[in-house]
């Protein structure tokens, strides 16, 4: 197995906005297919937690790049949830294979708002060489935020919350980080937790969300680019992966209504 090295690196976008990045690559000379997640919850973690941890793919002979979105972890900007990333992957795709140690191949990887990532950009940005979206789904409405219309309360709301206590930790306030924590480990968030998303992160987009819902509104279209989809694509769910049935469809047959 190679030996491996790992940096920190930016890349400023058109609109002036900084995104920090963490890159793992072989310590050899060369270059490399390079395997990019783009996630809101830390570098740092890689989503260790279901894959293996970056140093693996790279003694394989990868690059490895691990981003913090927008506004979230060490990146600028204020994070907006879905809305933001169409243009701020395609941006990191070109700057991805513009770094010196890739060989010019991209590759995706990662689940549920890491999934989602990979299946957007801006339409006539180049489409990656592979994908690999894992429990992910497309429409915000009927994958993300309900069943039936119904509200998704015990997902939303926690995820809600792992959102807003990470702003906490970017804000240095210890006060709502332990109060969001509390409520998310004794799993009175059942409760208190929409209180909590209106006290310490009043423009989550979960709220949205539910706003939506019981108002009857529109939800933010996410539109699959048709070149993206004729890739190579691993798509990954389990049984009981609730976006797993329409996402399915929805890729496969990106016209046709629910």
Same mark, same amino acid.
């Given at each position: 197995?190679?030996?491996?090295?790992?940096?920190?690196?930016?890349?400023?976008?058109?609109?002036?906005?900084?995104?920090? =990045?963490?890159?793992?690559?072989?310590?050899?000379?060369?270059? /490399?297919?390079?395997?990019?997640?783009?996630?809101?919850?830390?570098?740092?973690?890689? *989503?260790?937690?279901?894959?293996?941890?970056?140093?693996?793919?790279?003694? !394989?002979?990868?690059?490895?790049?691990?981003?913090?979105?927008?506004?979230?972890?060490?990146?600028?900007?204020?994070?907006?949830?879905?809305?933001?990333?169409? =243009?701020?992957? *395609?941006?990191?795709?070109? /700057?991805?294979?513009?770094?010196?140690?890739? %060989?010019?191949?991209?590759?995706?990887?990662?689940?549920?708002?890491?999934?989602?990532?990979?299946?957007?950009?801006?339409?006539? *940005?180049?489409?990656?060489?592979?994908? *690999?979206?894992?429990?992910?789904?497309?429409?915000? !409405?009927?994958? /993300? =935020?309900?069943?039936?219309?119904?509200?998704?309360?015990?997902? %939303?709301?926690?995820?809600?919350?792992?959102?807003?206590?990470?702003?906490?930790? @970017?804000?240095?306030?210890?006060?709502?980080?332990?109060?969001?924590?509390?409520?998310?480990?004794?799993?009175?968030?059942?409760?208190?937790?929409?209180?909590?998303?209106?006290?310490?992160?009043?423009?989550?987009?979960?709220?949205?969300?539910?706003?939506?819902?019981?108002?009857?509104?529109?939800?933010?279209?996410?539109?699959?680019?048709?070149? /993206?989809? !004729? !890739?190579?694509?691993?798509?990954?769910?389990?049984?009981?992966?609730?976006?797993?049935?329409?996402?399915?469809?929805?890729? =496969?047959?990106?016209? @046709?209504?629910?």
């Amino acid at each position: 197995m190679r030996e491996v090295k790992w940096v920190d690196k930016s890349l400023k976008l058109n609109d002036g906005v900084e995104l920090v =990045s963490r890159i793992w690559t072989p310590k050899d000379k060369g270059s /490399w297919p390079a395997l990019l997640m783009r996630q809101p919850y830390g570098r740092e973690i890689a *989503s260790t937690i279901t894959y293996s941890h970056p140093e693996w793919w790279a003694s !394989k002979g990868y690059i490895v790049v691990v981003q913090d979105v927008r506004g979230q972890g060490s990146s600028g900007g204020v994070f907006k949830g879905f809305s933001q990333e169409p =243009s701020d992957t *395609s941006e990191t795709h070109q /700057w991805v294979r513009s770094l010196k140690e890739c %060989n010019g191949k991209l590759g995706l990887y990662g689940f549920s708002y890491q999934g989602l990532t990979q299946l957007t950009g801006t339409k006539d *940005s180049k489409p990656p060489d592979c994908l *690999s979206p894992a429990m992910t789904g497309i429409d915000l !409405k009927n994958h /993300w =935020s309900s069943d039936g219309g119904a509200f998704w309360w015990n997902n %939303n709301i926690a995820w809600g919350l792992q959102i807003a206590a990470l702003k906490m930790r @970017r804000e240095n306030n210890s006060l709502g980080w332990e109060e969001i924590r509390s409520a998310l480990e004794n799993k009175s968030y059942l409760r208190k937790g929409l209180d909590l998303l209106k006290k310490y992160d009043p423009n989550n987009f979960i709220l949205e969300w539910l706003n939506n819902l019981n108002q009857n509104k529109d939800f933010q279209e996410i539109k699959l680019i048709s070149s /993206w989809l !004729k !890739k190579p694509m691993l798509i990954i769910g389990g049984l009981w992966d609730p976006h797993l049935g329409l996402s399915l469809i929805h890729i =496969s047959e990106p016209t @046709r209504p629910y």
